[in-house]
T-cell receptor
Framework: AQSVTQLDSQVPVFEEAPVELRCNYS??????LFWYVQYPNQGLQLLLK??????LVKGINGFEAEFNKSQTSFHLRKPSVHISDTAEYFC?????????????FGTGTRLLVSP | NAGVTQTPKFQVLKTGQSMTLQCAQD?????MYWYRQDPGMGLRLIYY???????DKGEVPNGYNVSRLNKREFSLRLESAAPSQTSVYFC????????????FGPGTRLTVL
């Protein structure tokens, strides 16, 4: 079984500052990794995903994440945030070996960007 | 191309009432999912359907039933609603390739009194 830990439930940051949202996972098998974003009163949409290859993954809206297998982490970063980045961010993993795609989500991190 | 649509957007039920949440997708996806989202708990999978005609239990199936009516539609039924089922419900779909993205609907906010 897999599990995902997002230690920070809320991250306040000022506009134009950099931000890092942390994600650690636990799994006995190899996994694919995802970050989803949920804007207020909306469904989730994919920011980026790591499947294989380069451990630095670039996503939409200027976000990127780095896969670190030894530390079982997949932290999300943005060098300069905007007010419009205020949202909840979910890290998720999927077992690479199962025959059907089921995502296991973390509990989410609320990013609060203020002027 | 509407993506994933859900109805209703909001619903208030009394304990013991029943209702069906509707979900439809127009992306020709084989796989569909129902999640519930509760504060501090992230998203938890209730049921999923890998293809038309098949359904399977997820993490938290108790108190729910599902129907994969056709390739487009996947409904979630609460037979006898309980306050513990107060939540936001999301439907999602994906193509059946291993690495495909899941696309989410806008959600249904359900309150059970």
């Amino acid at each position: 079984a897999q599990s995902v830990t997002q230690l920070d439930s809320q991250v306040p940051v000022f506009e134009e500052a950099p931000v890092e949202l942390r994600c650690n996972y636990s799994s006995s098998v190899s996994v694919y990794l995802f970050w989803y974003v949920q804007y207020p009163n909306q469904g989730l949409q994919l920011l980026l995903k790591y499947l294989s290859g380069s451990t630095l993954v670039k996503g939409i809206n200027g976000f990127e994440a780095e896969f670190n297998k030894s530390q079982t982490s997949f932290h999300l970063r943005k060098p300069s945030v905007h007010i419009s980045d205020t949202a909840e961010y979910f890290c998720a993993v999927r077992n690479m070996n199962t025959g059907f795609q089921k995502l296991v989500f973390g509990t989410g991190t609320r990013l609060l960007v203020s002027p | 191309n509407a993506g994933v649509t859900q109805t209703p957007k909001f619903q208030v039920l009394k304990t013991g009432q029943s209702m069906t949440l509707q979900c439809a997708q127009d992306m020709n996806h084989n796989s569909m999912y129902w999640y519930r989202q509760d504060p501090g708990m992230g998203l938890r999978l209730i049921y999923y359907s890998a293809s038309e005609g098949t359904t399977d239990k997820g993490e938290v199936p108790n108190g729910y039933n599902v129907s994969r009516l056709n390739k487009r539609e996947f409904s979630l039924r609460l037979e006898s609603a309980a306050p513990s089922q107060t939540s936001v419900y999301f439907c999602a779909s994906s193509a059946d390739r291993v690495t495909d993205t899941q696309y989410f609907g806008p959600g249904t906010r359900l309150t059970v009194l």
